[in-house]
């Protein structure tokens, strides 16, 4: 079965397989959410699950899929400013939205969980990525992946660290971080993303078995389908008008503050004598348009933050970025 399954999908074109993700992806994200939202709401499933769920796929998949897209990924030095932008994007957006929600009446998980809304974007397949494919092909789509190639180490680096420091201080309010606390099972993606980029840039292939039955597709699959079901297990449709003045915020970040450094970014490097090429600057206007990741509802679940606050963050940003977003940048780059 799965040698017949291979062989269909090595029949298909590279845009035919684009578009079979694509589909799968929207099929699995619907799929999801609306599960995960009956099975709270008309069948009791308790919404503490969510945890356990997120938590599973950090420590089960998140690693894996790291592991095999760091290394898999083409590096070359023309594109290497790519993903400089994006991790420099990131983390820029991340301390503007300290400094812009710091000064809001929230309790610190909440706080926390804003931020992490604004700083971290969904550019993977089910948000930036595929409009990039729709949009210039699968050109489009691989600089995609490329952009975020620093990003991921970047958020296991960095993010991981800081909210264990935030889950110890709020068990003792003298707790102070060890290098040895990474050892958390939950850190199994540090030194995954380690040994990809070792993998990576010493040269050593990686098994083609992963490549031959979509591997890489399949956990993400998987892995999505759970995000989205925990994510529906905590969205309380009454509950949603609670944060409507935090959705205009965040909002003007990811939608407008970003897109503009982002310009921003590309003017700099542009003085500076690295002359990006039409293609890829467009690649990083879209990504900066991005959505609020999956991953910031993960990192809220497992590590106890303002979990209600972050599935409705991310359906708020996913669906203007749908509904609005996406339309105006076909209108501006067709």
Not at 14 to 35: E, H, K, T, W, Y
Request: charged content about 10%; proline content about 3%; some cysteine.
């Amino acid at each position: 079965m799965c040698s017949i399954a291979s062989d269909l999908l090595a029949a298909l074109s590279p845009q035919d397989i684009a578009r079979l993700r694509f589909a799968a992806m929207l099929a699995v994200l619907v799929g999801g959410l609306v599960s995960g939202y009956l099975a709270s709401s008309r069948f009791d499933l308790p919404e503490h699950l969510a945890k356990k769920i997120m938590t599973a796929v950090l420590v089960s998949f998140n690693w894996l899929i790291a592991l095999f897209v760091i290394w898999q990924t083409q590096l070359t030095r023309q594109l290497i400013w790519l993903p400089i932008v994006g991790v420099c994007l990131m983390l820029t957006i991340t301390a503007i939205s300290i400094g812009l929600f710091h000064f809001l009446n929230l309790d610190r998980k909440s706080r926390l969980t804003l931020i992490l809304a604004g700083g971290l974007s969904n550019i993977g397949y089910t948000g930036g990525a595929f409009v990039c494919y729709a949009l210039f092909g699968m050109t489009g789509l691989a600089l995609a992946n490329i952009y975020l190639l620093f990003s991921l180490p970047t958020v296991y680096l960095i993010f991981l660290p800081l909210l264990k420091f935030h889950e110890l201080r709020i068990k003792h309010a003298s707790a102070k971080f060890k290098l040895g606390q990474v050892l958390d099972f939950r850190f199994l993606v540090l030194p995954a993303v380690i040994a990809a980029l070792i993998l990576n840039l010493t040269g050593v292939k990686s098994p083609g078995v992963i490549a031959k039955f979509r591997i890489i597709d399949i956990f993400v699959y998987i892995a999505s389908g759970l995000s989205f079901f925990a994510i529906g297990l905590r969205v309380n449709l009454s509950l949603l008008k609670n944060y409507i003045n935090l959705y205009f915020l965040l909002s003007v970040v990811k939608f407008i503050l970003t897109p503009a450094v982002a310009l921003l970014l590309i003017w700099l490097l542009a003085l500076t004598g690295q002359n990006l090429t039409g293609l890829v600057k467009k690649v990083i206007i879209v990504l900066a348009f991005a959505p609020s990741a999956v991953l910031m509802v993960t990192m809220s679940n497992v590590f106890d933050l303002d979990a209600p606050l972050a599935s409705a963050l991310w359906v708020v940003t996913m669906a203007a970025f749908v509904a609005i977003v996406v339309p105006v940048l076909f209108f501006a780059f067709t």
